[in-house]
Nanobody, 118 residues
Framework: QVQLVESGGGLVQAGGSLRLSCAAS????????MGWYRQAPGKRRELVAV???????TYADSVKGRFIISRDNAKNTLYLQMNSLKPEDTAVYYC????????????WGQGTQVTVSS
């Protein structure tokens, strides 16, 4: 099993930046897709960004051009660099590690709170 622990959340003013980290208990090379999701109060959990084992990235339209997702396989860590933050980015952010072939799995972290003030 892969255990995920998010960190780096906090309170920031609009226009500021935060860097989220997701540390995995073991190697993440077996996770062909890793991503960040978020859930705001009263809303459904939504995909923010994903990155494949080939480092191909996809972003939600709402964060495109502002957020950058990356992975460091040597450190077993997933990152989300968030720039030009807006109040609507306020949410609990979750890390996800997924394997979609052969032995499949889908793991989630506990989440980290990001609050952006105007």
């Amino acid at each position: 099993q892969v255990q995920l622990v998010e960190s780096g959340g906090g309170l920031v003013q609009a226009g500021g930046s935060l860097r989220l980290s997701c540390a995995a208990s073991g190697s993440i090379t077996g996770s062909n897709i890793m991503g960040w999701y978020r859930q705001a109060p009263g809303k459904r959990r939504e995909l923010v960004a994903v990155i494949t084992s080939a480092e191909i990235t996809t972003y939600a339209d709402s964060v495109k051009g502002r957020f950058i997702i990356s992975r460091d396989n040597a450190k077993n860590t997933l990152y989300l660099q968030m720039n030009s933050l807006k109040p609507e980015d306020t949410a609990v952010y979750y890390c996800n590690a997924k394997r979609t072939i052969t032995v499949r799995y889908d793991y989630w972290g506990q989440g980290t709170q990001v609050t952006v003030s105007s």
